[in-house]
């Protein structure tokens, strides 16, 4: 998952900073008592564990990797997490540190991470707050490069954003899938813009360039 038009800035620099701090938290707290630690973990990597708090609903919010697979952004996994965290309200941090960059933050060396769960930002509260003030500045910011670009309602239908009435009328086609808006909204699980999109009459029959209709990538999620 690419992230559009961003580059290190002070909440990337912030995310390290707290992942770093959280870790070095965490693996003290392992070694001072690893029974206790255990049940009060600070930070949980990857999809499996990421995706397992998240329906817990134990996460603060969930730090995700630039250029993750393609087969990781369509697996189940990660399109029933993203609607669960979605669905909690946890806020999603979107960084341009790639898979491997965060693995290297969690001292995973070898591991690509595409997403961090951070459960407890004790002794970070700080930091944890500008990020969060920072990431809705980023993707206010990104929202209205992707207006000016004409490419502002495919990033919608795939991130979540939240856009206005009238640009949901723009009847488009991905070039590279041939997907339209109401086809992307389903494959990655985003029910309200499905509804929206319906509302405003796009065709429910229309197929992409694999063969497969809104109700196809629907009944892949489980709805």
């Known amino acids: 998952m690419e992230v559009p038009h961003l580059k290190t800035s002070t909440i990337d620099e912030k995310i390290e900073e707290v992942i770093r701090k959280l870790v070095f938290f965490q693996r003290r707290a392992f070694k001072l008592n690893p029974h206790s630690a255990k049940k009060k973990r600070r930070v949980v990597c990857g999809l499996k564990e990421c995706f397992k708090y998240a329906d817990l609903g134990k996460l603060k919010g969930m730090v995700v990797a630039s250029d993750i697979d393609d087969e990781v952004l369509s697996s189940h996994e990660f399109i029933m997490m993203m609607r669960i965290v979605k669905n909690a309200d946890v806020p999603i941090i979107r960084t341009v540190y790639r898979p491997n960059q965060l693995g290297s933050m969690t001292a995973c060396f070898a591991v690509k991470v595409a997403c961090i769960g951070l459960i407890s930002v004790e002794g970070c509260h700080e930091s944890f707050q500008l990020i969060l003030n920072l990431n809705s500045e980023r993707e206010r910011s990104s929202v209205m490069e992707l207006y000016a670009d004409k490419k502002l309602l495919l990033h919608a239908c795939k ?65």
């Open 159 to 223: 991130y979540g954003f939240v856009l206005p009435n009238d640009v949901y009328d723009q009847k488009i086609i991905d070039p590279q899938t041939g997907m339209d808006p109401l086809i992307i909204a389903s494959k990655y699980g985003h029910l309200n813009l499905v509804e929206t999109f319906i509302s405003k009459g796009f065709d429910k029959s229309t197929v992409d360039f694999s063969l497969n209709t809104a109700l196809h990538y629907d009944c892949q999620n489980g709805d």
